[in-house]
């Protein structure tokens, strides 16, 4: 059974720090991950997306990495923005069933001006 | 932009009273899935349509929940004698299909906030 943990449950750091937000999976056969940032009573919105044949995904202050083999991945954010103030979730296709994702519970971060 | 749309936004309902909740995904979008977030936790799987057919409705809680895309494109999830319990977000994604390779990322609706009193 897929099961994904995300590590810290919560950050706050000073604005301008560049910080590190981690997903752990404990099953390799994913065919793809997804980083998505969800604002207070938002819905989701889609950061950045790592096929299972991929290593890393970059898009402007944001790249993901993947590590299939250790069932890692980690956005790293740079030059950190009070705007960049959200909830973090990751997200892993299973590849033994396309089409369930299986969601982290997410990691609420807090960019302090 | 023509992104995922769900209607309504909120709604409030009376414990044992039936509710739909309605999803439009992206125009083409093959595959299309529900999701039920609770306070604090991330989404949690529900049901998958490929087309019009439900390809898996294993994340169904119980015989309560239903759901139908009897088009290939709306769909609407269905939840007979609502209880307290039932309270949380209920999100909609689609994608143009599901599995390997590109065309398989996920967009998702702003959800429906449902309320069981």
């Known amino acids: 059974k897929q099961e994904v943990t995300q590590i810290p449950a919560a950050l706050s750091v000073p604005e301008g720090e560049n910080l590190v937000l981690n997903c752990s999976f404990t099953d390799s056969a994913i065919y793809n991950l997804q980083w998505f940032r969800q604002d207070p009573g938002k819905g989701l919105t889609s950061l950045l997306l790592i096929q299972s044949s991929q290593r890393e995904q970059t898009s402007g202050r944001l790249n993901a990495s993947l590590d299939k083999s250790s069932g890692r991945s980690t956005l790293y954010i740079a030059a950190s923005q009070p705007g960049d103030s959200a909830t973090y979730l990751c997200?892993?296709?299973?590849?033994?069933?396309?089409?369930?994702?299986?969601f982290g519970p997410g990691t609420s971060l807090s960019v302090i001006p | 932009g023509a992104g995922v749309s769900q209607t309504p936004s909120n709604k409030v309902t009376e414990k044992g009273k039936y509710v739909e909740l309605r999803c439009d995904p992206i125009?083409?979008?093959?595959?299309l899935y529900w999701y039920r977030q609770s306070l604090g936790q991330g989404p949690e799987f529900l049901i998958y349509?490929?087309?019009?057919?439900?390809?898996?409705d294993s994340g169904l809680p119980n015989d309560r929940f239903f759901a139908v895309r009897p088009e290939g494109s709306v769909s609407t999830l269905k939840i007979q004698r609502t209880e307290r319990g039932d309270s949380a977000v209920y999100l909609c994604?689609?994608?143009?299909?599901?599995?390997?390779?590109?065309?398989?990322?996920?967009?998702f609706g702003p959800g429906t906030r449902l309320t069981v009193l």
């Open positions: 125009s083409g979008h093959t595959a």
């Open positions: 997200a892993v296709g299973r590849k033994a069933s396309y089409d369930k994702v299986i």
């Open positions: 994604a689609s994608s143009l299909w599901a599995g390997t390779g590109a065309g398989n990322e996920q967009f």
């Open positions: 349509f490929q087309g019009t057919g439900a390809a898996d």
